[in-house]
């Protein structure tokens, strides 16, 4: 059984960094899309960014220029480095990977607040 853990979320100042990492437990094979999205309170969740076999990458306009994708194809792992936090990039952010199936973490909660 494929499991997605989510780790590198909490608390941090407007102007800040955090890095999320995503990986996957049990096997999985060829995966496509990597991706992160978000859900703040009260809103639907959303894609931020993704990312193909390829390293093609795609990110939402909010974080263009802020948020960076990446993965290792070796390990199973997405990661998403992200600076200049706002207070509107805060919510719960999940992974998600694609193969013939949809897979999603729990979900990791990131707080931008001073």
């Known amino acids: 059984q494929v499991q997605l853990v989510e780790s590198g979320g909490g608390l941090v100042q407007p102007g800040g960094s955090l890095r999320l990492s995503c990986a996957a437990s049990g096997s999985i094979l060829s995966i496509n899309h990597m991706g992160w999205y978000r859900q703040a309170p009260g809103k639907q969740r959303e894609l931020v960014a993704d990312?193909?076999?390829?390293?093609?990458?795609n990110y939402a306009d909010s974080v263009k220029g802020r948020f960076i994708i990446s993965r290792d194809n070796a390990k199973n792992r997405v990661y998403l480095q992200m600076t200049s936090l706002k207070p509107e990039d805060t919510a719960v952010y999940y992974c998600?990977?694609?193969?013939?199936?949809?897979?999603w973490g729990q979900g990791t909660r990131v707080t931008v607040s001073s």
């Open positions: 998600n990977f694609l193969t013939g199936t949809a897979y």
């Open positions: 990312i193909t076999s390829g390293g093609n990458t």
